[in-house]
């Protein structure tokens, strides 16, 4: 992510009108709609964040600055943001209707431009800014700014600096949500890059069932996956066993056909059965999958769509656990979707029968550790692993597997003295 030449750039402010669900949003329609490769370098200044954190698809720092609202801005001016510049930066109450590609191809790279106000023409709003780099306007902001006075930070900005020129200039697909008072978009013109929110409703508020407007309904829950048809072929599954406690059939059953396939039976423990396995491996990406358990239609497309989207090293999500005996079932989310080695030492929040890993993976942290001795811990111990070299982990918002609760499982059946002490060792291991 970091050798793309297009960086944008959002902030995100705790306690106001916005979350992680914006940047998430935000960042989806991004890379969705970008055309080309490398894409965008997304970069988010957060004041919940105290070390930078790169997710793969977005990458987190820390929002220094104790300016309210949206003021909090200003840091996008510091001599600590050279380093990033040049840059685009688009508020998070900002629909990307298509790719941001061709606002980087519109501008002069050495050009300060901003939007025009849509309700005062000729006043700069900061909605959408290019910062050039090694700006001596961006340096003027900067050194001009003493203390936030007043709500907004666009009438500070205006009073400081006098901007190249305005996006509208440049284009003509930049629109309002709210043309008028009292009126908003309620129908998406074709020729609509963006559309500029600015204020209440925000995009979540303007697609609740209560505003009735659909567009922003259909923004919010576009999938990217509803054209993507993943490459099966560059996809392995191992199986590992050592007896079919009457569920393999429907395990294997609900591995695609194109899929590569492998059995490996053996008189090991699973973490065995699954190394041996890896020298015979041909795809890109891997699964184990237990012999109890099944995978869901959606699972693979998902998992490597998110792996692409996300740019991360292994990735999980959603289960359904089903009862035996019962018609009970359970979807199983978790608490903490991205989590850090330090979130996997406090408590394991990764289910098992989710992971998907690239070749990558195992090429680096090598494979399960089969020292453990058939716990209950071994993927525990590799996620860890994994986070512990620095590679990433993502999150699926999907239901990528099936998994089956009995009472010959390895989880029932070890007792909760050596569970807790193996757990104790892993964790030990790392701490």
Known sequence: MKDSKYTIVLVLRSGGDFSYRDVELIARHI?????????????CLWDKVENPYDLGNIEFLPLKSEQPGTWSRIELYSPEMEKYRPFLYIDLDTAVIHSLEDFFILVD???FIVLEDFWQKGRLATGLVWFPANSEKIKRVWEA?????????????????????????LTQGIYDFKPA????????????????????????????????????????????????????????I?????KDRGFLQAAIASVPKDVQLILSKGNGYWTENFNKALPQVTGDYIKYLHEDDMLTENCIDDSILTMIDQGVDFIHGNAIEIYEGSTYKRISKPRIQYPTEKDLLTRNCIHSATLMYSRKVFETVGGFNESLGGGVSEEYEFNLRCLHNGLKIG?????????RR?????????????????????KAMYQ
């Open 109 to 111: 790279p050495t050009k």
């Open 238 to 242: 191992i199986i590992p066993y050592n």
């Open 395 to 403: 999150y699926c918002d999907s239901t990528l597997a099936y998994y």
């Open 406 to 426: 009995h009472k010959q499982q390895k989880i029932k059946t070890t007792p909760r003295d050596i569970k807790n002490k193996e757990r104790e060792m892993v």
């Open 181 to 236: 008072p009292g009126k908003v978009l309620s129908i998406l013109p074709k020729e609509a890059d963006i559309v500029c929110f600015h204020g209440k409703p925000r995009i979540f508020g303007a697609g609740a069932s209560s505003m009735g407007i659909e567009w922003v309904r259909e923004y919010i829950n576009q999938p990217f996956s509803e054209h993507f048809q993943a490459d099966h072929s560059k996809v392995s």
């Open 31 to 43: 890379n969705g709609k970008w055309m080309s490769t490398p894409r965008p370098r997304i970069l």
């Open 145 to 169: 700014f003493k203390v936030a006075h007043g709500r907004r930070m666009d009438n500070f900005l205006r009073s400081v600096v006098v901007p190249d020129m305005f996006w509208q200039q």
